[in-house]
């Protein structure tokens, strides 16, 4: 992730936050490649080792990853005596919404309209949906070439 310039701001329990940056809009679908290209490396490496849990006669671990592209604050949050650097807004919360979608949906991956737009390549619709916390209903995608839970 992080030669894709993503960077992981925190774990919270079995979740992860991380951000791609970008400075301007020529840059934004850059970033946006970059962050699907991380996710679907990411379910690679939960393959391989799901493989060889099943070897192992483990259970295997089960992933939903959401891409959303949007404005937030980021910094030092909290009290002076417990500061944690990370991002807050509501595209943060509708990441984390999109990424509830996923096991309904039986997908792995799920991407908001606006970042299915500015990445570009070819996405499948998965429908409108309402989200908790989120005033209009929202459109999401998953990528043409995943196909699905796994």
């Known amino acids: 992730m992080r030669e894709r310039g993503g960077e992981i701001l925190k774990f919270i329990g079995d979740a992860m936050l991380a951000i791609f940056r970008f400075d301007d809009e ?3 679908s850059t970033a ?3 962050a699907l290209d991380a996710a679907n490396e990411a379910l690679r490496l939960v393959d391989d080792l799901n493989t060889r849990r099943a070897e192992a006669n483990a ?3 089960g992933v939903g990853i959401a891409l959303h592209l949007g404005d937030v604050l980021y910094g030092n949050i909290g009290a002076a ?3 944690d650097f ?3 807004g509501p595209a ?3 990441a984390a919404r999109i990424e509830g979608l996923c096991r309904p949906l039986g997908e792995r ?6 970042f299915a737009t500015a990445s570009g390549g070819e996405h499948r619709s998965l429908g409108s949906h309402d989200l908790k916390g989120v005033d209009t209903a929202q459109t999401v995608f998953a990528p043409a070439e995943n196909g699905g839970a796994g």
């Open 86 to 88: 990370t991002v807050i």
């Open 26 to 28: 020529a840059s934004r």
């Open 32 to 34: 946006c490649r970059n």
């Open 92 to 94: 943060v919360n509708l």
């Open 81 to 83: 005596d417990r500061l």
């Open 109 to 114: 991956v799920l991407m908001s309209d606006a």
């Open 59 to 61: 259970a295997p671990i």
